[in-house]
Each structure stands twice: as C-alpha cells, then as structure tokens.
C-alpha cells in the first residue's frame, strides 16, 4: 500500500480482555517497530522486526504482551488479559532498509487503545 | 532525566511569528528525526538529519553534533502548523530504535 496501514483505529477492551492489533508496513519494507505512547507522552519503543526476526524485544512491558511478524511483512502485536495501564495509542513504523538512518521511517495512524 | 529532552513543551504563537523548538539528547546518535503529530495519532516524518541544517518549505531543522542540540524553526508559521513536535534519537551505529522526547504542543492563533 502506499502507506502503513494499521487496524483497527481505535479498540475499547474490557479489564482481561485479549487484543489483538495489526499493522500492515509498506510493501518491501525490511524493518518493523512498535511504540506505545501514553497520553501527553512521546512514544516508547516496544520491539523490532528485521523482515521476520524479532531483534529487540526489551521494550516489551510484560509477557502479556507479544509481537509477530510471521512473513515478514504483516505483524500482529498481541496484548493478553489486559489492564487499564495498557491504554495508549499503538504505533507501528516501518523502513525500507535494515539500517533507518539511510531512508528514515513511515508511521501509520496508530491504534488507540482504551481498557475499561 | 530523560535521554531526549524538549523544550518549550507548550508554544502558543500569533500568525506569522518565528517558532523555535530545542532538543537536546544524551545519548550516542546515528541520525535525529523531527515529526510531526496532528490530533487523532498520525505521525508524519518531517526530517531526518546527522549533520549540518535541512529547509523544506516553511520549515527550517538544524542539528549539532557536538552540543548534542537539534532545533526545528517554523518560519510564517500558521494555525494549520498547530500540532506536537517530536523530536526522537536514532540511537548508536547502526541504530535501529528511535528515544522520542515527549513533544512540543504548538498553537499558533490566527
């Protein structure tokens, strides 16, 4: 596509509740990121793929939560049994190459996630 | 203290006026961006630089490398330039994970 797409925009979940949330890259792009920004904070990063490895992990907050990108294009951040502090919006950024000094980043618009 | 530090953190400006943002970084850096966010998520790249100053339009971001400073200048600006600035680090070498400061908040009133 021509952008990174990500669904859905917004998400209201109940306390425990599951997620699941998508972020389309564009087309050919070999990285992968997540970042969640909490409200009136910058985002922090969450994790990184590299086509279909995850090579950095760390920023993940808990094991509830768990990325994939299976054929290196699609990826799937997974939330479990989530709670309130889990509201923020979920950004996704891809790069053409594996090194975003030389082409930058493309963010999508974000899923918004609100846990009741 | 935060890697990636802003200031101001809210700017409010009259049409027209001449806008400064400073960012200033701790960390060891391949390159930083500056974005732009609108209400609603979307973040827009606005520039990406390791060195020296770029100019696209209005809009003017300089970086140096030694004071380990960035600034991002809106010449003219306009209230369709309201919006948080974000400047973020892209960290080390062969740095893959940006550090964002927590953003700059501008109004500018027509």
């Known amino acids: 596509g021509a952008g990174v797409s990500q669904s859905p925009r917004y998400k209201v979940a109940k306390r425990g509740q599951d997620v699941a949330l998508r972020c389309d890259p564009i087309s050919g792009h070999v990285s992968l990121f997540w970042y969640q920004q909490a409200l009136g904070q910058g985002p922090e990063f969450l994790t990184y793929?590299?086509?279909?490895?995850?090579?950095?992990k760390s920023g993940l907050p808990s094991d509830r939560f768990f990325a994939e990108r299976p054929e290196g294009s699609v990826s799937t951040l997974k939330i479990q049994r989530t709670q309130q502090e889990d509201s923020a919006v979920y950004l996704c950024?891809?790069?053409?190459?594996?090194?975003?000094?030389?082409?930058?980043?493309?963010f999508g618009s974000g899923t918004r996630l609100t846990v009741v | 203290k935060n890697e990636v530090e802003q200031s101001p953190q809210n700017l409010t400006a009259q049409e027209g006026e001449f806008i400064t943002i400073n960012c200033s970084y701790s960390?060891?850096?391949?390159?930083l961006h500056w974005l732009q966010q609108h209400p609603g998520g979307g973040i827009v790249s606005l520039f990406m630089?390791?060195?020296g100053k770029k100019k696209h339009g209005r809009l003017i971001a300089t970086i140096n490398i030694q004071e380990k400073h960035s600034s991002l200048h809106i010449t003219a600006s306009h209230p369709r330039d309201s919006a948080v600035y974000i400047c973020?680090?892209?960290?080390?070498?062969?740095?893959?994970?940006?550090?964002f400061g927590e953003g700059t908040q501008l109004t500018v009133n027509p």
């Open positions: 793929f590299q086509n279909e490895a995850q090579l950095d």
């Open positions: 973020a680090a892209l960290q080390g070498t062969s740095g893959s994970r940006l550090t």
């Open positions: 630089l390791s060195s």
């Open positions: 950024a891809s790069s053409l190459s594996g090194q975003p000094t030389n082409y930058g980043y493309t």
């Open positions: 960390v060891g850096i391949s390159a």
